[in-house]
């Protein structure tokens, strides 16, 4: 089945590449070993739950944002989770205390609400704080935790001298997919407008971003980082919890061309599969993916006379569903597969069924290199969701 084109699938269909899942993880789990860093998974960008028993031989926690996340990592994950939310529900808050190992609340305001209700639910729980460093990297608001009016954590002239009885821990979020140097600078402003507390608590979480299975990554300066911090505070457990890390390069989507419409100059090769339904980041961020066999085009005037160009087309009723172009080398029949390069992190946790469109099948190709399905959806997966 380790084939160019995935000859043998003929229906929309995610692949995660086990080989290139167990490369990722093993390169997590050696930073982790080298830095003294404890990193864990986060679910905002991969909770595909039938591949945890691969996660569990290179980690041994996750990080969750909601009452079902915490309990996906509850009972398929087999731990406890590290809970975070910009605000807890009043009727959820004693389930996920019961599930969650570390529990960090958004304001002082909340923690003060629903911290003995949790400590009573499960004494074992260790409380946090988020904190806003007013510092990020992320150009796109739309992934900038600390963009101007900010809903997410507290800046440090709103923190009180002496923190809250009960809270050993601080969290801290300001990177999106960001490498080694973006965080050492965003480590100076962390530690410059906070680490007066740093001696109140016992465990600090840098949150996600820190994509470190990127080939540009250096990997060599984030342990470097880490190592150098835990020197100047020895008490403090470090935590990492990215989420696309993991993910990052480990397969495909595969669609397949349904049809091939032109207008006005334009040839748009429409999919069986859909940018808002299945690949919502690429518009959000917004991205252009890779396409296997084709070259990016920026503007017409990059056109070559010796390719073939084409617009991709979502199947949705959304008259923004498409992106392009891209150039091919050959004309493009329907039926023919077309391979949407590293769709496996965010896309399968934001997936939705808008025009009633189904999700793709999820596949694991397995290091001996057969292909197994992991999930197919049907009609009553899009009639339950109505319910």
């Keep these: 089945m380790r084939i160019m084109n995935y000859e043998l699938i003929h229906r929309p269909t995610y692949v995660l590449e086990e080989d290139r899942l167990r490369r990722n993880l093993s390169l997590i789990q050696s930073v982790s070993q080298r830095s003294g860093a404890e990193i864990i998974l986060a679910f905002k960008a991969y909770a595909l739950w039938k591949t945890f028993p691969i996660f569990r031989e290179y980690i041994s ?28 529900n009043d009727y959820e808050i004693d389930d996920i205390a019961c599930m969650s190992s570390h529990l960090t609340f958004n304001s002082l305001s909340q923690y003060s609400r629903y911290h003995q209700r949790a400590t009573e639910a499960n004494p074992e729980l260790k409380f946090g704080l988020r904190i806003n460093p007013q510092y990020s990297e992320v150009e796109t608001l739309l992934y900038n935790p600390c963009a101007p009016g900010t809903r997410f954590g507290i800046r440090a002239t709103a923190l009180p001298d002496k923190l809250p009885e009960g ?28 680490s007066r507390w ?46 696309s890390a993991f993910a990052w390069q480990t397969g495909p989507l595969v669609a397949q061309v349904v049809d091939i419409v032109e207008d006005g100059g334009i040839k748009t090769a429409i999919l069986n599969v859909s940018f808002t339904c299945h690949m ?5 961020m917004p991205y252009m993916p890779q396409v296997r066999g084709a070259r990016t085009i920026e503007g017409m005037d990059e056109v070559s006379t010796e390719g073939f160009t084409y617009r991709l087309g979502g199947c949705s009723c959304l008259s923004g569903d498409f992106m392009g172009l891209w150039q091919f080398d050959h004309e493009l029949q329907v039926g023919e597969n077309i391979i949407l390069e590293d769709m496996l992190h965010y896309t399968t946790v934001k997936t939705n069924m808008f025009n009633g469109i189904s999700h793709p099948d999820i596949a694991l190709l397995c290091s001996d290199g057969t292909l197994k399905t992991l999930r197919r959806y049907t009609y009553e997966d899009y009639r339950d969701r109505m319910d």
């Design 61 to 88: 926690a996750t990080t969750a944002s909601s009452l079902y996340e915490a309990q996906l990592a509850f009972e398929e994950f087999g731990s406890p989770a590290h809970t975070y939310s910009p605000a807890y």
């Design 167 to 194: 809270i050993s821990g601080l969290h801290c979020h300001c990177h999106c997919e960001s490498g080694s140097d973006v965080f050492q600078r965003s480590l100076a402003h962390i530690e410059d407008k906070f």
């Design 198 to 243: 740093f001696p109140q608590i016992q465990w600090v979480n840098f949150g996600g971003g820190h994509l470190m299975t990127r080939s540009d990554y250096d990997v060599e300066l984030l342990i470097r980082l880490i190592q150098d911090f835990r020197r100047r505070y020895p008490w403090l457990k470090v935590i990492l919890e990215p989420g």
């Design 280 to 284: 919502p980041d690429c518009l959000e």
